[in-house]
């Protein structure tokens, strides 16, 4: 197994309101994201920093609710095939059961995904891009 730890996720209530704040740090977050479902930049050697706000989580995750108080930081191991994120998942739950919590699936950002907890519940997603599909001359942007 060969995981690359080079993204860390921040669940927001508000993410126009966060992406103004970490701007405010000078993470280069591009204007005009106040309302996407998800914000990815890159940072520096290779690392990911990126804000799903509550409606993102709740899509997949329903009854979600926004922890309170520390330990709100989410981490992400990327993967080099969606075969790798199966058997990365597998892998860490056979060598610690209780880590287990969603097994893989293919979320539609195109990204086959896995989550596992570490031993303080904190998540850490598992992920790698799926194929891309061929092109639909039929839909319109």
């Known amino acids: ?14 993410l126009g309101r966060s992406l103004d704040f970490y701007r405010s740090l ?12 998800h914000v990815e930049v890159q940072l520096p050697g290779d690392m990911k920093l990126a804000w799903d706000p509550v409606a993102t989580i709740e899509s997949f995750f329903p009854g979600f609710e926004l922890p309170e108080g520390e330990n709100r930081i989410a981490f992400a191991c990327s993967a080099a095939s969606p075969a790798e994120v199966d058997s990365a998942y597998a892998e860490i739950v056979e060598r610690h059961p209780a880590a287990a919590d969603t097994e893989p699936w293919d979320a539609p950002w195109g990204q086959r995904y896995a989550t596992v907890r570490d031993p303080d519940g904190n998540s850490v997603d598992i992920y790698a891009p799926l194929p891309t599909a061929p092109a639909d001359d039929s839909a319109t942007a």
Do not use: K, S
Request: no cysteine.
């Open 1 to 14: 197994m060969t995981l690359n730890f080079d993204f860390i996720g921040i669940v927001t209530a508000d």
């Open 26 to 37: 000078g993470v280069p977050i591009p204007e005009g994201l106040d309302d996407a479902p």
